[in-house]
């Protein structure tokens, strides 16, 4: 097997900007649940016939995930867990406004749409050489 070349510096910073970016501002949300709780998800969760102790897993997704992304340390791993996140925050919260527009024109769903594709973009392309460790 090929050995394949060291990434460009650019490539690096890039990955490091992507993955700044998404950790950081998905920490905000996890900031206020750690102020304001998750009584609004359990309330949710039991719409959907789910346990309300599955709500706690949001501090998986918005908390340690953002946090892994952010040092890059199994970013990849923490990639996935925002994606799963933001998959039940969607289905959630926002599925009946899927394809609604906001109010300056925009998708109704575009703070959201940022979180699920970065989050998956971390877990496909990994976190660069600025990074704890690749995986």
Do not use: C
Request: net charge positive; glycine share 14%.
């Amino acid at each position: 097997m090929a050995r394949q070349p060291a990434p460009s510096l650019s490539d690096s910073t890039g990955k490091l900007l992507l993955r700044l970016t998404l950790g950081v501002f998905m920490l905000f949300h996890g900031y206020a649940k750690i102020t304001k709780g998750v009584s609004g998800i359990e309330t949710s969760l039991a719409n959907f016939g789910l346990p309300a102790w599955v709500a706690y897993g949001v501090y998986f997704g918005e908390l340690l995930a953002p946090l892994l992304v952010i040092i890059g340390y199994y970013a990849r791993a923490g990639g996935a867990i925002i994606v799963i996140n933001m998959i039940f925050a969607i289905t959630l919260s926002h599925s009946k406004q899927l394809l609604d527009l906001g109010k300056s024109g925009g998708w109704a769903l575009e703070l959201q749409g940022f979180f699920l594709l970065t989050g998956l973009v971390v877990l496909l392309i990994g976190p660069g050489r600025f990074a704890i460790n690749n995986r």
